[in-house]
């Protein structure tokens, strides 16, 4: 069983790619965000202040709202596609899901199924903070990801 806590976030600048994605291009749209955010952060003399990050912007289906990007210390310039955004404040589910990404179905499940037995609502928008780099770290089952699930 996944660890899920209760947490009061405080609300975080970042640099993002957003955009509308096929569910099957996920992957490809996240390479390419996480590359143009390092590279905006970098040209503006800013500093990432954590890992890369996705937030989806509502429920998946065949295509998904998202943000992907870094968190900052201070709002960039928006230059190139990348945008100024933030991460929302205020109490925030979380849990850390080990394995390769395909799998964190299941960790959202048993997120959903901890918060309707406390009693809470899950907000509209969740983020995931991509704790290990997959190219330092080639084995999947190794992998974490934190996940993030703002209450309302």
């Known amino acids: 069983m996944t660890e899920i ?6 609300e975080q600048h970042t640099a993002v790619v957003h955009e ?3 569910m099957a291009e996920l992957k490809d ?3 390419r965000a996480f590359e143009a955010a390092m590279h905006a952060i970098r040209t503006q003399r800013a500093v990432p202040v954590g890992p890369p990050f996705g937030t989806y ?3 998946p289906g065949e295509t998904v709202d998202v943000e992907a990007g870094f968190p900052v210390a201070t709002p960039i310039e928006d230059a190139d596609g990348v945008v100024a955004s933030t991460l ?3 109490e925030v589910v979380e849990a850390v899901h080990i394995g390769p990404y395909d799998t964190m179905e299941t960790t959202y499940a048993e997120i959903a199924a901890w918060m309707a037995a406390q009693g809470l609502r899950p907000g509209p928008v969740m983020w995931e903070s991509y704790l ?3 190219g330092n770290e080639p ?8 996940i993030v699930w ?3």
């Open 5 to 10: 806590r209760i947490v009061d976030a405080p």
């Open 20 to 22: 509308q994605v096929p």
């Open 29 to 31: 749209f996240f390479a």
């Open 57 to 59: 912007l509502g429920p």
């Open 88 to 90: 929302p404040g205020g």
């Open 132 to 134: 290990t780099d997959p």
């Open 139 to 146: 084995d999947p089952a190794t992998w974490r990801t934190l």
């Open 150 to 152: 703002p209450t309302i």
